[in-house]
């Protein structure tokens, strides 16, 4: 069960980083990034530090507001947004064939809410990879919490450099992580080292679509406004991504941008327009007592000085998501299905 009150989540603000120490924690991360004067190649030669400050300073946020699972999903007319969120982690289950017995990895796996639901859902045994410690210390209490201690576990290192020997598992999968790879090529290079021949990858990768002009200053303001509240060095396209997985070995089965087959827009529990008592803390409102209570708690001292701070880049990233969703420029469901042949020459 997820962290549900203010204490909560004034509690578990700014993660594994010294209370003391998160105000200047938010200043060092905004000046990764271009509305500070940031630069590119900067987040991503540094992009385990951005990231790592990223999911210390915003977990408690995203856990109060998504729950377990932080990600957006395909939604049909009538759906809840909690229940979008496990269909869509099961079609991912389902993509891949797992079976009763399976070893799968979970690259990026946040706090475990979908590791969790697809071993429950599979019968399987999943692995998630993170390198942030606040998050594995919270997820391993969820497995406990949920009994599935047995049969997950988190294994704490950087995606790009991952700890485990060659062929090791029979399906991998990444639901919105892989973005904040400095380098897709890299990332997917070592998903594939891991991956036993003859099995698959899949994934939802945050990406712009073909619509995105890099030249256009409202995309790019966009862009930028997603970049900062999400933690992301870059958004590549959908093509760089596809072309990435070539390069490192797979073979694509298939591939597409699931947004067009959502009735309902994905960043609707976003949209300042939307209102719903099942996702409230997600709506305007929600948020506007968030912000409040989150102001009060700083001043009061049960929130470290600088929660407003992470807050208000987070209300940042909202604003430039559903703007990109408006506007089709960017996809947070750019799915893949791909294969590790049976051997390099196949």
């Given amino acids: 069960m997820s962290k549900a009150g203010a204490f909560d989540l004034a509690s578990g603000l700014g993660g594994k980083i010294d209370k003391t120490e998160v105000l200047s924690a938010v200043e060092k991360y905004e000046k990764y990034h271009v509305f500070y004067g940031g630069e590119e190649e900067e987040r991503k030669a540094n992009y385990t530090d951005m990231v790592n400050k990223y999911y210390d300073l915003v977990t408690s946020f995203y856990e109060f507001g998504w729950g377990e699972s932080f990600h957006f999903a395909a939604r049909w007319k009538g759906e809840s947004l909690k229940e979008s969120i496990k269909r869509h982690e099961h079609f991912l289950a389902l993509q891949l064939g797992l079976k009763p017995g399976h070893k799968v990895l979970d690259v990026g796996c946040g706090i475990g809410g979908p590791l969790r639901e697809i071993a429950r859902f599979s ?70 080292r891991v991956l036993k021949p003859g099995q698959c990858f899949a994934a939802y990768e945050w990406c712009m679509t073909d619509a995105f002009d890099p030249n256009n200053p409202e ?102 998501l559903v703007e990109g969703g408006r506007k089709e420029i960017f996809t947070p469901m750019y799915f893949f299905l791909a294969r590790k042949p049976l051997s390099d020459s196949q």
């Fill in 219 to 320: 995309h790019q303001k966009i862009k930028a406004e997603i970049e900062i509240g999400d933690g992301l060095p870059d958004i590549r396209l959908t093509k760089q991504c596809l072309e990435a997985l070539k390069q490192a070995g797979f073979e694509v089965i298939w591939e597409k941008d699931l947004v067009f087959d959502s009735p309902v827009p994905w960043y609707l529990p976003l949209d300042k327009n939307h209102f719903s008592l099942s996702s409230f803390r997600l709506t305007a409102l929600g948020r506007f007592f968030t912000r409040n209570m989150v102001k009060a708690l700083e001043f009061v001292g049960f929130a470290p000085k600088g929660s407003q701070r992470v807050q208000d880049f987070l209300e940042k990233a909202a604003e430039g």
């Fill in 123 to 192: 019968s399987t045994s999943v692995t998630g990879l993170n390198n942030n410690e606040y998050q594995i210390t919270r997820g391993k209490e969820l497995n406990r919490i949920a009994g599935v201690e047995k049969t997950c576990d988190f294994v704490k290192a950087d995606f790009m450099k991952m700890p485990f020997p060659d062929n090791t598992f029979d399906a991998v999968y990444a639901i919105e992580a892989t973005c904040h790879a400095p380098d897709a090529y890299g990332c997917y290079k070592e998903i594939y």
